[in-house]
């Protein structure tokens, strides 16, 4: 029996290091931070990011679809493991430029926010985002243009802009 599960092992290498895909709800569930990969803090009146979410190194897909967040510090951008960021119908209106730095953010969730401008920093992100959901966000058409100029290589999910006076 050890010979076949050294031999298993051995074919298959990523059996070692498989990641846990555990999805967190609440933030009473995690006992080590470094084991979490996937956090869903939806809907939970959060103002802020909690602290805590600065102690999981490994943290690929953080969902705060719901919250009350309207601003994000600069510190987002030490969650260098992040992958897929999700802020849906928060009231936030502008991202920190120090999320340009946040080389490994492949989807960018502002669905429904009131995201109208990225920081020019955001450039950086053209060549690793992948996705960035900007539908419900009430875009003018120049604010839609700025965004294809700035991350001309990044799929973009909006609803058609107006052109609308305010």
């Not at 510090?73 to 430029?97: F, K, M, W, Y």
């Not at 669905?111 to 955001?122: H, M, R, Y």
Request: net charge neutral; charged share 25%; with cysteine.
């Amino acid at each position: 029996m050890r010979r076949l599960l050294l031999i298993v092992l051995m074919a298959f290498p990523a059996l070692l290091v498989a990641q846990p895909e555990r999805v967190y709800k609440s933030l009473d569930e995690v006992k080590d931070p470094a084991q979490v990969y996937i956090l869903r803090l939806r809907h939970k009146r959060l103002k802020t990011l909690p602290p805590q979410v600065y102690a999981m190194p490994n943290l690929r897909e953080l969902d705060l679809r719901g919250n009350r967040i309207a601003a994000l510090p600069d510190s987002v951008a030490l969650l260098a493991s992040l992958q897929r960021l999700e802020l849906s119908r928060n009231p936030i209106d502008t991202l920190p430029p120090a999320m340009a730095s946040m080389a490994g953010l492949r989807e960018l969730v502002l669905w429904d926010t009131k995201v109208t401008t990225l920081p020019k920093e955001f450039a950086a992100l053209d060549a690793t985002l992948e996705l960035l959901d900007l539908r419900s966000c009430h875009l003018l058409l120049d604010e839609q243009e700025a965004i294809e100029r700035l991350l001309p290589s990044v799929k973009k999910l909006w609803d058609y802009a107006c052109n609308c006076p305010d």
